[in-house]
């Protein structure tokens, strides 16, 4: 496993729409390990391929339940709204107030080719929501209603 650099905004690969994964093969399932550890590293509840320079549809997110690799992932279901703070590991020391879907129902497929479904809501609805919004090259900076440093 490796740490990978995490792109920071400017980089034009945070602005583009990821492809789909067509394959999960060895490379996938080390990108998979990579980014987890990436984002664990970084202190991270998420990461997007693009975030790593990556242009596809993958995300890993840890909201404190463990592990979750998703592969192609696409919002099936939403409902309720909620405006919280967000922050974003390509966008150091800035957070902003966002507002997300309260829940949401998440499908994908896990690095062995399964569907997965996931039911979010706290802070996995919002991390997915996130995470999500990264592989259509849309950054949490671009919903803020309002902006800070910390």
């Known amino acids: ?12 690969v945070l602005k583009e729409p990821c492809a789909a994964v067509s394959k999960i093969d060895r490379k996938i399932r080390q990108l998979l390990d990579d980014m987890a550890q990436t984002m664990y590293h970084a202190d991270g509840v998420g990461l997007a391929a693009p975030q790593v320079g990556v ?10 339940n463990g592990l979750l690799e998703l592969i192609n992932p696409v919002l099936i279901e939403a409902e309720g709204e909620e405006k919280d703070t967000e922050g974003c590991l390509s966008i150091p020391g800035i957070y902003g107030e966002v507002e997300r879907f309260s829940k949401v129902v998440v499908e994908g497929i896990n690095r062995n080719g399964k569907k997965e479904r996931i039911v979010g809501t706290g802070l996995l609805a919002r991390a997915l929501q996130h995470e999500m919004d990264h592989l259509e090259g849309v950054l949490f900076i671009d919903k803020a209603q309002t902006l800070c440093k910390r």
């Open 55 to 64: 242009s596809l549809r993958i995300i890993v997110i840890d909201a404190g």
């Open 1 to 12: 496993m490796a740490i990978l650099e995490i792109r920071k905004a400017g980089d034009k």
